[in-house]
Structure formats: structure tokens, C-alpha cells
């Protein structure tokens, strides 16, 4: 497992920028299932692991959904043109996975009872 930024799709599937030489991608092309664990902004908060199917998608066809994953996490690009062309230079490609599996959502932290004043 490795960490990653995603996205989520209008589907409501997760979208994950990387390179095709990485490992998970290798992996996920010769087993093509995922599951992610998912956390929250602040440490110690929820997390929920994800699983289902991962779809790989190399350049030119990944572009359309790069800049998808793009907007799920940073809104407009002042420049799409300019974005298009770095993920080609960059050579990514784009994981898609289709969430079928989830839960159960955990709270995260320490146990009440190491947290609890003893005075």
C-alpha cells in the first residue's frame, strides 16, 4: 500500500494520478482490484477503507479524466491547455477505482481510557 491523492468522480469513483512504471500500477494491471484506505483531513480523525475494481488508463485516452481528478481536488486550472500538456510530458496515467466495498468508518484516536486524567 502507498500513499495517494484522490479524487472523486461525478460516478463517485476515485481517481488516482500516477506514473505507469510505479508499483501499484504494475500491480493493478495484472490484478486489477484496489482498496484504498481513506483518512480525513486531521490526524486522528475518521478513516474508511474503500475496495473495489481499478481501471488503468494511459495517454492520450487518461487526459479527460486527469483533468477530472484535477477539478475533484483543486477546482479550475488557469490554464487546461497548459495542465493537458504536463500530464503528457509527465507521462501519468489515471487509476479509476469503482467503489463496492466500504466501511465500517472508523472515529480514530486513542482509547478513552489512555486519554483519561488519573488525578
Not at 461525478?10 to 481517481?15: E, F, N, T
Request: net charge negative.
Amino acid at each position: 500500500m502507498s500513499p495517494v491523492t484522490i479524487g472523486v468522480a461525478a460516478d463517485g469513483s476515485v481517481l488516482i494520478s500516477s506514473y505507469p512504471k510505479r508499483a501499484k500500477v504494475h500491480n493493478l494491471r495484472s490484478r486489477p482490484q484496489a482498496s484504498l484506505c481513506v483518512l480525513s483531513d486531521s490526524f486522528g480523525d475518521a478513516w474508511v477503507q474503500v475496495s473495489g475494481p481499478a481501471t488503468v488508463t494511459d495517454l492520450p485516452e487518461a487526459l479527460d479524466g486527469l483533468v477530472d481528478y484535477f477539478r475533484s481536488i483543486s477546482g479550475e486550472h488557469p490554464d487546461w491547455d497548459e495542465y493537458r500538456r504536463a500530464m503528457v510530458t509527465q507521462g501519468k496515467v489515471l487509476v479509476r477505482v469503482e467503489i463496492q466495498q466500504w466501511g465500517p468508518v472508523s472515529r480514530g484516536g486513542f482509547p478513552a481510557r489512555l486519554t483519561e486524567d488519573d488525578e
